[in-house]
């Protein structure tokens, strides 16, 4: 499973855009890159997944280059309720029964 | 969303006792399941693979004979920590995958608070 680096902790205002990076130098072909949000005292919760380029969804975008050493999230217009740790995750969706390493995670702080 | 619940949501027991930990999925069936442990300001540790019907595969460092894992069906698996001490304290997360979802994740619990005095 690759190895993941965020940053450790961010901060923001309501209304801004977040962009957190995560670099992922050893990802294997075969690998996804997925983001989790998690609240304090809380499970995590599912973001967004993608392979390459750009996926957007209801809450977040997320940007891959194309050699994918790299990816980041994309927050649009944060509120304080975005407040969260968030955690990219990369590999394989099939092997290792899907199994997950979370990294140290990024603690966004988003203040009014 | 697929849901996994998790009972208690927190326990408190004395030193020495068992204390076991459901986690159940509520719509979907879940061949695998996962637990974690995550201390204080810190990142979320796998502890174990859970298979319905099988043994469990623990992560290095987990010792298997003081965290049981039990995967009797496709709905529920539980965790039973033997014996436990203070440092067993943490919060303790299952997530279940749902074979039928388009993106493989995993469906997380809302954990179990266990503090061992």
């Known amino acids: 499973l690759a190895k993941t680096t965020q940053p450790i902790s961010m901060d923001s205002y309501e209304g801004q855009e977040v962009n957190i990076t995560c670099s992922h130098n050893n990802i294997a072909t075969n690998d996804y890159i997925t983001w989790y949000q998690q609240f304090p005292s809380q499970g995590p919760r599912f973001i967004i997944q993608g392979y390459k380029t750009k996926v957007t969804n209801e809450v977040a975008s997320l940007f891959i280059p194309a050699d994918r050493k790299s990816s980041t999230l994309s927050l649009p217009r944060v509120s304080l309720s975005d407040t969260a740790v968030y955690y990219c995750l990369v590999g394989d969706r099939g092997n290792q029964g899907g199994k997950l390493i979370f990294g140290q995670g990024t603690e966004l702080s988003v203040k009014p | 969303g697929a849901v996994v619940s998790q009972h208690p949501s927190w326990v408190i027991c004395k030193s020495g006792t068992s204390v076991k930990i459901e986690c159940r999925s509520l719509d979907f069936q879940a061949t695998t399941m996962f637990w974690y442990r995550q201390f204080p300001k810190q990142s979320l540790m796998l502890m174990a693979t859970?298979?319905?019907?099988?043994?469990?595969?623990?992560e290095q460092g987990v010792e298997k004979d003081k965290f049981l894992i039990n995967h009797a069906s496709l709905t529920l698996s539980t965790l039973t920590v033997t014996s436990a001490h203070p440092e067993d304290s943490s919060f303790y997360i299952c997530s279940a995958r749902d074979p039928l979802s388009s993106y493989n994740e995993q469906f997380f619990g809302p954990g179990t608070r266990l503090t061992v005095l």
């Open positions: 859970s298979n319905e019907g099988s043994k469990a595969t623990y």
